[in-house]
């Protein structure tokens, strides 16, 4: 049996083991998608999104990507950001990284990696303007850990300076801007104290003319 093979049997017993718990599982699975979350975290296979949240697939919508970052160049993930927030009315994102991020590690360093160096620029920058924080710290898994954290950080702020998340804070739309993040060492999620809910979080250089907030 060749590996494709081994994973597509996988496939078959999963289901078999789902419908034998809950005989509907997956018709009202197919039935319903409405979930409170959008979850943006990074692409590493370590961090099942719903699993470690305890969520079924349709309870949390989800987008990842190397590191969990968000560009406001990013069509990809804005256009996940916009069906969340327009058409889902997702009423909470959730911005997780996880210590030990492979992408932010090879930010930290100087050798290149091919494409991707280009899409960690964005941790080059945060590691820059943070470098006697991470530099203060003893270890280099510290150092790591605290840049994870701090990119976190970074993009629930980038998120905010989004019109698609201020459109919706201007129509009155209940949305909160969330920042995690994850430990492999462990399993748990620690909240970063990171919390955005309206414009009046927002410095007004990143507000958008037109916002109610803004008159």
């Not at 590493?44 to 949240?53: L, T, Y």
């Not at 349709?58 to 327009?86: P, T, W």
């Not at 050798?111 to 964005?122: M, P």
């Not at 459109?167 to 969330?178: F, I, K, M, V, Y």
Request: net charge negative; aromatic share 6%; hydrophobic share 40%.
């Amino acid at each position: 049996m060749s590996v494709i093979e081994s994973i597509l049997g996988n496939n078959r017993e999963w289901s078999e083991r789902m419908t034998q718990h809950e005989s509907d599982y997956f018709t009202k699975l197919a039935s319903q998608h409405s979930p409170d979350f959008l979850w943006i975290g990074c692409s590493d296979s370590r961090v099942p999104a719903n699993e470690i949240v305890g969520l079924l697939p349709g309870e949390l919508f989800v987008h990842r990507n190397v590191a969990n970052i968000v560009y406001s160049s990013d069509l990809n993930c804005l256009s996940v950001v916009e069906y969340a927030v327009d058409v889902l009315l997702v009423k909470h994102i959730i911005i997780c990284g996880h210590y030990g991020c492979g992408g932010v590690k090879a930010a930290l360093g100087r050798k290149s990696h091919g494409l991707i160096d280009n899409w960690l620029i964005k941790i080059k920058d945060i590691h820059a303007r943070h470098r006697e924080d991470i530099d203060s710290l003893k270890s280099d898994t510290k150092k790591l850990d605290r840049l994870c954290e701090l990119n976190v950080v970074e993009q629930v702020k980038t998120l905010s300076h989004t019109t698609i998340v201020q459109d919706a804070w201007s129509r009155g739309q209940e949305l909160a801007l969330h920042g995690w993040i994850y430990g492999l060492q462990d399993g748990l999620i620690k909240d970063l104290g990171v919390r955005v809910e309206g414009l009046d979080q927002v410095p007004e250089a990143f507000r958008f003319i037109g916002n109610k907030d803004e008159g």
